[in-house]
Each structure stands twice: as C-alpha cells, then as structure tokens.
C-alpha cells in the first residue's frame, strides 16, 4: 500500500493546519535524527513525517492527495503500471472500474484533467499508468508575452498619441497549421515522451509535469518535419501593430494588447504584448502625478517688490504674478492647471528661483551698499 499520510502524522482526515502542525512538532521532536543516532528506524520514520506535513500542510497538494483517495489510487509504489510519486493507477485499468464507473469519464486521467485543467500532478501521471500515452490529449499552452519598450515625448504622454511598430514575431505556421509536419507525411509517437506529451521530475511523493520539449505537449512527432519551419510548427513573421497611447500615461506605465504575443500551441491561447512606455524628460517640465512643475527666475529686486513674470502652462502662456517679498524656492500654485484625468484636473506648482548676478558695477555697488545700510 502507499503512505497513508493521515495515519503516519495520527490525525483525522478533517484535520485543521493547527492539528497537523502540532501533530508534526511532536513527532518531529520524537523521531529527530539527532535524538536517535544510529536508529535506522526513527531516521525512516522522520523522514516519512517531514513528508506527510510537506504535502498535508499546502492545500493544492492536499486537495490532490484527497483526491487520490478518494478513488482508491493506493495499489502499489514501484511495480508494472506505478504511476508518480509512489502512486500506482494499475487498479484503474484492471477490471476493477469501468468507464460507467466514472460518471461519463473515459478514465481517471479524465477525471482529473476535468477537475485540475489538464496540468495536475496526478492527472499526467494516471495517463502514463495506464499505458494510453498514445492517445493522450496534446496539451494546450498558453503562448509566452512579448515584452517591449515604447519612447515618447512628454508632450505625446499629456495628450495621447497613436503609435505604430514593427515585430519580427512567431506565428503558427500557414503550411503545416502548427503540426510541425509536411503535409501528407504523417506523424510518430514522440520518442522522447513516448507519446504522453509531458516529461516528469520527480519532486518528494509527487512528480511535477511539463510539456515535452521535443514534440511541445502534443505527444508525436512529424513522420517529415515541415519544410517551412522545420517542424517547429511556427515561423518568424513581420508585422505592424497600432498602439493607441492614452493621453495622461505615466513614464513606466504598461500597456496590453492581448492576443499579440506569441501563438499558442495545441489550441492554447495566444500570448499578449506588453509595452512599458518610456517618458522623455522635459526641458522646463516635471510630472507627478496630476501635477505639473516648473521653475522661474527672478532678479533680487522683483522678488522685493514683487513683478509679473511670463510662465508656461501646458496649454498656453500666463502672466504670473509674484507677491512683494518673495522668497528663493518660494513654490506658488496655479490651481486647474496640471494634467485632467477622469474629469479631476490637477495642479501646477512654479518655484521662484532669485538670480543674483556675478558681477555688479560700481554704481550698482554703491546703491547695494546703501540698502544695506537702511536694512
């Protein structure tokens, strides 16, 4: 029989995570190797602990566990028909079940296929158990994403823009519809997954799944591999793509346009193209959020006595005016007049910048040194 992970940790199959966790501390502490040297039999018997709390105590390996219960898939760990792990799915073909057994499923890889969506641990390795690699469903995969990096000015990222760039990009192949094989030619079982589709890692008591590498989760390869993409099923195509830039996006911002990525395989999905847009620096600008910043200079004797100065906005040019007594870094606020997204607006801050010259004439020196003298 398999391991009864319940049994080994002494707790109910409705055990909470507590109850499991102090179940493990305790005969963790019994059983630790550094309290039993030289005890083979508590050095098995803590190692199958530390197994029964790694798959008990995360609930997606748990609830798989449960499953494999409940059907009964604890025949054996190693014989004719051993599935992963330490499973055995021989029983499901030996007469003991039936397809009417399974409420309409054709075996109980389907079952968990159903259940778990094609990429559970316990679904692949049923299919290899029961020795129908052959006819395994292909795997369908998800595309990867495309990533790219998109440049824009300041001013095209306050209004929006439309932009349109050119991908060297996979496609499935229009000669062999992404089979790989040169129409007519046939296919193979694959021979480095024996058909099954997917390659297995044993991982502790599971064995994790991933599509073949060599026929990509489709379990054959071509009798004569496709003359166009040499049997890779997909070919480097160019293309132009639009891609409307939101008025108000921020330097790093993401867009996604689904479906542009790389194809899928075996009916699987598309992948998408995501682009990080790149904001240009301006020369006078600076965003933060909503808000606009910007700078202004002003001589020693215009911040006295205050002035009007021209200041850009983002839509046009004011006078601003700048208060009697004006200090260097003084930051005034023109309310409205930052960047409008979803109908708020934000704001612009103008910080007053007091130049002080280098050098001054002996008349100007003269008159310096009279203020000071009233100050």
């Not at 094609?118 to 029961?130: P, W």
């Amino acid at each position: 029989m398999s391991k009864d992970y319940y049994n080994i940790l002494g707790i109910a199959e409705n055990a909470s995570k507590a109850d499991i966790k102090k179940a493990f501390r305790s005969l963790a502490k019994k059983y630790h190797p550094d309290r039993n040297q030289g005890d083979k039999t508590a050095e098995a018997k803590f190692k199958d602990i530390s197994e029964a709390y790694d798959v008990l105590n995360d609930d997606k390996k748990r609830q798989q566990y449960d499953m494999m219960r409940k059907y009964g898939a604890f025949a054996g760990t190693g014989g004719p028909g051993g599935g992963a792990g330490g499973f055995d799915f021989s029983n499901f073909s030996n007469g003991s079940f039936s397809a009417e057994d399974l409420g309409g499923f054709g075996s109980f890889a389907d079952i968990f296929s159903s259940i778990f969506g094609g990429n559970d641990i316990f679904g692949r390795a049923a299919r290899a158990g029961t020795g129908r690699g052959s006819r395994v469903r292909p795997t369908a995969t998800r595309g990867n994403d495309l990533s790219l990096t998109l440049s824009i000015s300041f001013e095209e990222s306050i209004s929006g823009t439309k932009k349109t760039i050119a991908l060297n990009k996979p496609e499935t192949c229009r000669v062999c519809s992404g089979t790989g094989a040169e129409p007519g030619s046939g296919q193979q079982t694959c021979p480095q997954c024996g058909g099954r589709g997917t390659i297995s890692t044993a991982q502790g008591a599971f064995s994790v799944s991933r599509p073949c590498p060599r026929c990509f989760g489709r379990g054959v390869t071509p009798g004569q591999s496709c003359r166009v993409c040499n049997g890779t099923g997909q070919t480097k195509v160019k293309k132009k793509i639009a891609v409307k830039i939101p008025a108000g996006v921020e330097d790093g911002g993401k867009i996604r346009l689904r479906g542009i990525g790389n194809p899928g395989r075996n009916g699987g999905q598309n992948g998408d193209l995501i682009i990080t847009v790149a904001v240009k620096k301006h020369q006078q600008f600076e965003r933060k959020g909503q808000n606009i910043y910007t700078s202004v200079e002003v001589s020693y004797p215009q911040a006295v006595l205050g002035c009007k100065v021209p200041v850009k906005t983002l839509t046009k040019t004011i006078n601003l005016t700048i208060p009697p007594g004006t200090g260097h870094g003084t930051k005034l606020r023109l309310k409205g007049m930052g960047l409008a997204i979803n109908g708020t607006k934000g704001d612009q801050y103008v910080e007053v910048n007091i130049t002080v010259p280098k050098k001054v004439s002996s008349k100007q020196k003269k008159i310096l040194e009279e203020l000071q003298k009233e100050m």
